[in-house]
Structure formats: structure tokens, C-alpha cells
T-cell receptor
């Protein structure tokens, strides 16, 4: 177990709705990254937060947004859901200051958009 | 720009035989390379990591990978496959942002 927990584990939404996914990082970690994994694909980087600031973003539209809290937990928000947003969303935590750059992943939230 | 290419989408081996999962990378500077494994309904688990200290990297569960700069490869091997090795394997390159390959599904035949 990595100590990274995500909630909920499964979620069903309809097109146009908004969704919030949550992630608790491993104790002592200060960086959280979010990835989208479509069925049969490798995970794609959405964005990363370091000490509550966005620290890099992948090729995702602005309707994908995030937050990191003082305890380093994080949220991923997706507005105006589209069918193609159906995927497994993975959160990963790491300790940026040590430059170890190993990311520890949660089990993910599976989002289905109908 | 950084990227990885996993050369096989599916690999099937018999239990007790060697495993070879192939990965080529592209990076404009000395890369950090990883192999992760994903079992069904589980998160991604780190198998091993290369960071230039040694070209042969040993990981968990008997896996190892060899970094070959001349071939821009980072293939994953295991001498003897076990049923529990059946899973999806991802080759990854990156620093703070990870770039994943498309994955190799490993089937182990009893």
C-alpha cells in the first residue's frame, strides 16, 4: 500500500454535470499529481500541485481544475462533463524537496459519464 | 520532449519461463526511467527506477531492467514468471511530470 487514498472509488455522472475527486497524499509528501487513464491506455498527466500552487499542466482544457490544501491533500474538479471524460483518475503523491521524483499512486477513481 | 514506446501491447509466457517487456525512450537529457505495474482494480506500484547510478537496476519481485543509452532502451526482465506477475506493465520517463507508455499486458500461462 502506498498510503495514497482516493475517493470515491466509483462515480457515475451525466454529461454537463460537474464532479470533484479527492486525494489524500502519503504522510510527509508535499506534491500531488493527477492523471487520466482512459480504457486501454497509459495514464496522461493532467496537472501537478506543489505547496498549494499549480506546478505544471498537461494538455487538458481549463474545465479541469484543481486545488491543494495546507495538509497537502488535493481535489480534481471537472466542469461540463463530456462522454470522453469517462476514465480512471489517478492521484500520485511525492516529496519534491528531496528530488527523489518517485510518485506513489492511489488506486484511482473510476468516473463514468453517461 | 520526453516519451516512451512500449514495443509489445501483449506478452504471453508460460509459468517458470523468462519475461521480457520492451521499452524504448526518447529524452533530450539524461532521463529518469521507471517501470510500474498495475494489477486489476489496484493502483500503480513502482517496480524499479533508473537514475544513472547503475545501468542494471534491480526491482521488487525479482524484476530488473537494463538501461542501454546506445539503444535508448530500458527493457524489463524476470528470469522466471510467476502466476502473480500477470498484470499491466508501464514504462515511464520523466521528472516531476511522468510520461507513460501505452502499457504491456502480461499473461502467464500455467
Amino acid at each position: 500500500e502506498t498510503g495514497v487514498t482516493q475517493s470515491p472509488t466509483h462515480l457515475i455522472k451525466t454529461r454537463g454535470q460537474q464532479v470533484t475527486l479527492r486525494c489524500s497524499s502519503q504522510s510527509g509528501h508535499n506534491t500531488v499529481s493527477w492523471y487520466q487513464q482512459a480504457l486501454g491506455q497509459g495514464p496522461q498527466f493532467i496537472f501537478q500541485y506543489y505547496r498549494e500552487e499549480e506546478n505544471g499542466r498537461g494538455n487538458f482544457p481549463p474545465r479541469f481544475s484543481g486545488l491543494q490544501f495546507p495538509n497537502y491533500s488535493s481535489e480534481l474538479n471537472v466542469n461540463a462533463l463530456e462522454l470522453d471524460d469517462s476514465a480512471l483518475y489517478l492521484c500520485a503523491s511525492s516529496l519534491w524537496d528531496r528530488r527523489e521524483n518517485i510518485q506513489y499512486f492511489g488506486a484511482g477513481t473510476r468516473l463514468s459519464v453517461l | 520532449a520526453q516519451s516512451v514506446t512500449q514495443l509489445d501491447s501483449h506478452v504471453s509466457v508460460s509459468e517458470g519461463t523468462p519475461v521480457l517487456l520492451r521499452c524504448n525512450y526518447s529524452s533530450s537529457y539524461s532521463p529518469s526511467l521507471f517501470w510500474y505495474v498495475q494489477h486489476p482494480n489496484k493502483g500503480l506500484q513502482l517496480l524499479l527506477k533508473y537514475t544513472s547510478a547503475a545501468t542494471l537496476v534491480k526491482g521488487i519481485n525479482g524484476f530488473e531492467a537494463e538501461f542501454k543509452k546506445s539503444e535508448t532502451s530500458f527493457h524489463l526482465t524476470k528470469p522466471s514468471a510467476h502466476m502473480s506477475d500477470a498484470a499491466e506493465y508501464f514504462c515511464v520517463v520523466g521528472g516531476n511530470q511522468f510520461y507513460f507508455g501505452t502499457g504491456t499486458s502480461l499473461t502467464v500461462i500455467p
